[in-house]
C-alpha cells in the first residue's frame, strides 16, 4: 500500500520517531519525490505543532520529541536532497550570544527553522561577533539569529550588529533576536530587522525577513 504522507505528519506531531522514519523510508522506496516528503509530511506535521505551541496546546516537550522524529527523518532525505539539487528555503545562521551558555530554547528555534524547511547554521553557545561573521560569510546566510537569556549578555547582540557594520556585511543580512529577557522594544532599540517571542514566531518571523510566504 502506498505510504499516506499525512500519516507521516500525524507521526511528526505525535513525536513518533520510529514510525516517522519508516514511512519516510516507505516514501523514498515507493519514489515519493523528497522535495514532497518535506512538504507534506515533515513541514505539514511541524507547522501544526508550531500552531499547538503557540496556543499553549503543547509545551516544550512536546516540541522536542516532535522536532527530533523529524530530524531524524531529514536525516535520510537530506543526501538525496543534496542530489537533487533542491534548495533550502533560506539559509540562516543561529547562536546563543557570547558569554551565555543556555541553548534549550535556541535548540528548539534551531530545530523550528529546521523543520520548515530552512537550512540551519548552529554555532551553539557563547558565539563571539566574529564567528557569526564569518559563518555568515562562509555558508552565504541571509539570516542571522541571535539568542541571549541574561539580561548581561543581552549588549552582546547590539555588539554583534556593531560587527556586523563594521566588516561591511549588515546591509546584506537580516538578524533576528530572541530569548527570554529580550523584547521588541530592546530589538528596535539596538537595530535588529526583527524580534519573536517564541520558537513558532521565530519561523514566521524569518519566513517574512527573507520574503517568503509563511
Ligand atoms: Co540560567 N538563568 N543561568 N541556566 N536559566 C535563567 C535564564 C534565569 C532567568 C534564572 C533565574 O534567575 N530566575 C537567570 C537570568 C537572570 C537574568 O539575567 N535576568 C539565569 C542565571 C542567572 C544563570 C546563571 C548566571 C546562574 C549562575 O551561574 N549564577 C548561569 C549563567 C551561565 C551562562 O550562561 N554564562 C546560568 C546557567 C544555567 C544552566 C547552565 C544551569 C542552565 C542552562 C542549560 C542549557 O541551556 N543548556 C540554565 C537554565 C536551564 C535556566 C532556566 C531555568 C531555563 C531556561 C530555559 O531553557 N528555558 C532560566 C529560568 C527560566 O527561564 N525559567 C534561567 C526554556 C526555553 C525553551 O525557553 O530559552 O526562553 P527560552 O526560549 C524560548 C524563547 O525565549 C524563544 O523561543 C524559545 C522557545 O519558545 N527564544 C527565541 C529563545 N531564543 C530565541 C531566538 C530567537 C527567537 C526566539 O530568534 C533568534
Known sequence: MAVD??????????????????MTQQAIDEGVDPQTIINQGLIGGMAVVGEKFKNNEFYVPEVLIAAR???????????????????PVG???????????????KNLVAMMLQGNGFEVIDLGVDVAPEKFIDAAKEN???????????TTTMPGM???LDAFEAAGVRSSLKVMVGGAPVTQKFSDEIGAD?????????????KSLIGVAA
Request: aromatic residues 2%; neutral net charge.
Open 5 to 22: 504522507l499525512q500519516a507521516l505528519a500525524e507521526s511528526i506531531i505525535k513525536g513518533k520517531k520510529g514510525p516517522a522514519v519508516e
Open 69 to 87: 522524529a523529524m530530524k531524524e527523518c531529514m536525516g535520510i532525505l537530506k543526501p538525496l536532497l543534496a542530489e537533487s539539487g533542491v534548495k
Open 91 to 105: 539559509i540562516v545562521v543561529i547562536g546563543t550570544v557570547k558569554g551565555d551558555l543556555h541553548d534549550i530554547g
Open 140 to 150: 552565504k546566510a541571509e539570516l542571522v539569529a541571535l539568542s541571549a537569556l541574561l
Open 158 to 160: 547590539k555588539q554583534t
Open 194 to 206: 526583527g524580534y519573536a517571542p517564541d520558537a513558532a514566531s521565530a519561523v514566521d518571523l524569518a
